[in-house]
């Protein structure tokens, strides 16, 4: 009787809250999938004429939040944003004044100076959704696609507390073939990529970015290419290679490593409910449930997505620093080459206890630890100088360095004949692991191995990279001088031999206008200063900027509006970079930029006497050349105030 009369009033309250347009709120609602793992659903409210959804976020840098951010529903209405509130936490717990806002502004805000992950809440409160509504999406409303990839959208937002079902995947049948023979020659690799999991229909189509990291790019054509698959939920990459590459590929908040094989097909189902699930259980380990691999190199690929963390090139480094913060001391070439072997032999002896690869993971594995570990012996030098900067290890005299260098660090190596990677001179196997860009030509020479099919492609491959090092550092390169290179690389290097012919030509064109001559400092005069000096007369705005510095690129593009607003004034925008700025991007960037330019060595980079060496940095001076503005570091507002100041100085 007591439980009839308990279900009775249960029912009561809830035709009650009905009546008064109230919802039970959703506590940690489940949702298909975001496009950023830093923002996730807390609560959802509908009372009255208003839902209110709360999310927490997980950030170390600088995020915001889109005054257009909006609901929709699986119909395609959407219920706009009023009012948002960011509740903040200092690291020790303590809170922070929240920061308010209405739907006609924009709420930008930082992580503290040392990049700890912030976990701010935001309540943003919206139109109310119609009761029946059972899913819905939270949008930023970004119309451009780049903005798209960086908002904190998140779709298929339950409303009835359920949880969506786990996907069951069969175990991946792997090969079981040896690792073959390959052929270096100019084909197509395909990875297929397709999203598996609940994707509203509201979801636009997204394509994955690429970075291409370890590799030489000469056995590769960056440019590839992004077709529709079979359905909305599918893509097809095509890159034209002679040899395999790998690319980091990241896509809907998630990154994997594919290997791409001239001739071979991939394909990488992410499942984006384990994605979800992942990320909501904050799991820091591997992501087999997320990504999926299916074709003849799936289970290579595996392995470098989800094993290559635990074998890598850095983590011979790290051991060295590690030894050296103990023993204050930098290790002979002889210590040093014992203490990567040692690594290698701790790599291999994991790689064998590892029951979950298969035979042919583990010989992958064997070859690409046995790659870095080449790599580690042949960077003595430059290690040792990142462990004195590291561990701040007394400076070895470079008199006794460069002797123990001529004499040891070109003796051969004792464990050359323990590395599967060369055991069989007459295959071209091994290039399996090459994306990592090792010099195995110097390697093989320096342990008198300078024979065979193997040694021939490293000679050619080191030829090669050589020249194109030439190109890039502003030396044209003549038509024989390239017909005596391999053929496999020839057709690059003459289309950056050709870039690098007309970027010149276009910089000579430019001389006298855009490009101006660096003057000279005279007496403690800062070299900044004595470009300003040749304005006088005018405000000068300076910008130092590199063209690899994205903030750099970005304010650039804010700053168009004020420069064709002030084109009739006497303004003067002054563009300063140095070399560490690509020729042909440079150039490539003047007619766009407009103003002056000028490009330093890294010496006259000293001689502007900056405070900082950060970067984007802005200064704004008056007629006399005496400065009146200096800010480091780009922010939405900084073209309004540099703005003010020239009105200030034009107009006082």
Not at 551 to 565: D, F, G, N, S, T
């Amino acid at each position: 009787m007591k439980l009839k009369i308990f279900l009775f009033l249960l029912a009561l309250c809830g035709l009650l809250s009905t009546a008064r347009g109230q919802r039970s709120p959703i506590r940690r609602p489940a949702y298909s999938f975001a496009f950023s793992g830093c923002f996730s659903p807390r609560l959802v409210q509908t009372q009255g004429d208003s839902t209110t959804v709360a999310f927490v976020v997980r950030n170390s840098y600088v995020y915001s939040l889109s005054s257009r951010s909006r609901l929709t529903t699986p119909d395609g209405r959407h219920f706009p944003l009023r009012h948002l509130r960011v509740y903040r936490r200092h690291r020790d717990g303590r809170p922070i004044a929240p920061c308010e806002a209405v739907a006609d502004e924009q709420v930008e805000l930082w992580a503290d100076a040392e990049g700890k992950e912030l976990r701010d809440s935001v309540v943003m409160v919206f139109d109310a959704l119609p009761r029946q509504t059972r899913t819905f999406d939270f949008e930023e409303n970004y119309a451009e696609p780049e903005g798209l990839k960086n908002s904190f959208n998140v779709y298929g937002i339950r409303l009835d507390g359920k949880a969506y079902p786990a996907r069951k995947h069969p175990k991946p049948a792997y090969s079981t073939a040896p690792l073959p023979e390959l052929h270096p020659a100019w084909q197509t690799a395909r990875l297929r990529i397709r999203l598996e999991g609940d994707l509203p229909e509201s979801v636009p189509v997204v394509l994955p970015s690429f970075f291409f990291w370890g590799g030489d790019l000469l056995g590769c054509h960056k440019d590839y290419r992004v077709q529709p698959g079979r359905d909305r939920r599918e893509c097809v990459v095509e890159i034209d290679c002679c040899e395999p590459l790998t690319a980091q590929v990241s896509m809907l908040d998630v990154s994997f490593v594919p290997l791409l094989v001239p001739g071979a097909e991939l394909t990488a189902s992410i499942d984006l409910g384990a994605l979800v699930r992942r990320r909501e259980a904050k799991q820091d380990g591997p992501m087999e449930e997320c990504v999926r691999f299916e074709g003849e190199y799936a289970d290579l690929s595996a392995v470098m997505t989800f094993y290559i963390d635990k074998v890598n090139k850095r983590q011979l480094l790290m051991d060295l620093v590690e030894q050296v913060a103990k023993t204050r001391e930098l290790p002979s070439v002889a210590a040093y080459r014992a203490s990567v072997y040692a690594t290698l032999e701790s790599w291999r002896r994991d790689i064998e206890a590892d029951t979950r690869l298969t035979p042919r993971q583990k010989e992958f594995l064997h070859l690409y630890a046995e790659d870095c570990y080449v790599n580690g012996v042949l960077l003595y030098r430059s290690n040792m100088k990142q462990l004195q900067q590291i561990c701040r290890a007394d400076a070895m005299d470079e008199e006794a360095l460069d002797r123990e260098l001529s004499v040891e660090d070109r003796r051969p190596d004792p464990h050359f004949a323990d590395l599967r990677l060369f055991a069989d001179p007459q295959s071209l196997r091994a290039l399996i692991v090459y994306p990592t860009r090792t010099d195995w030509y110097d390697y093989l020479r320096l342990n008198r191995a300078a024979s065979g099919r193997l040694f021939d492609w490293a000679r050619g491959k080191q030829e090669a990279l050589a020249a194109m090092d030439s190109i890039d550092k502003l030396h044209v390169r003549s038509e024989a001088e390239l017909a005596a290179l391999s053929p496999n690389y020839a057709p690059a290097l003459r289309e950056a031999n050709e870039r690098l012919k007309e970027t010149l030509a276009e910089v000579e064109r430019a001389k006298g206008k855009s490009v101006c001559e660096v003057p000279e400092v005279k007496g403690g005069q800062s070299l900044l200063q004595a470009i300003v000096d040749l304005y006088k007369g005018r405000a000068v705005v300076v910008d130092i900027w590199d063209t690899w510095c994205g903030p750099c690129r970005q304010a650039m593009k804010a700053m168009r509006p004020l420069k064709e607003e002030m084109k009739h004034e006497e303004v003067a925008f002054v563009y300063i970079c140095d070399e560490s700025s690509p020729l042909s991007d440079w150039a490539r960037m003047l007619p766009e930029l407009g103003g002056f330019h000028y490009r330093l060595t890294p010496e006259q980079r000293g001689q502007l006497q900056l405070a900082s060496g950060g970067i984007p940095h802005y200064f704004v001076f008056n007629k006399e050349g005496e400065l009146t503005f200096d800010v480091l570091g780009y922010n939405p507002q900084l073209p309004e105030a540099i703005r003010e100041e020239i009105q200030k100085i034009l107009h006082p």
